[in-house]
């Protein structure tokens, strides 16, 4: 599994979908979306349905092959 970090910058939290979107996982925010609501997203070790769930530091996302740490 590759693994990465993802920093918040001026901000408390990212939303589920833009860190997709950000860390160039998708290709957009409407497949973003749909892979949320599919159930390929594992937050903090449990499926994630909701497309803009707030992502705090120490949050694990797991995606497609990829680890995201949220520092």
């Given at each position: 599994?590759q693994?990465?970090?993802?920093?918040?910058?001026?901000?408390?939290?990212?939303?589920?979908?833009?860190?997709l979107?950000?860390l160039?996982?998708v290709?957009s925010g409407?497949?973003?979306k749909?892979?949320?609501?599919n159930?390929?997203?594992?937050?903090?070790?449990?499926?994630?349905?909701?497309v803009?769930?707030?992502l705090?530091?120490g949050f694990?996302v797991?995606?497609?092959?990829?680890?995201?740490?949220?520092l």
């Amino acid at each position: 599994m590759q693994e990465k970090e993802f920093t918040l910058v001026n901000q408390e939290y990212i939303q589920l979908n833009n860190l997709l979107k950000v860390l160039d996982l998708v290709n957009s925010g409407g497949e973003a979306k749909i892979r949320i609501q599919n159930g390929e997203i594992v937050v903090n070790g449990e499926t994630e349905l909701r497309v803009r769930n707030k992502l705090y530091p120490g949050f694990i996302v797991e995606f497609d092959g990829t680890k995201i740490t949220v520092l």
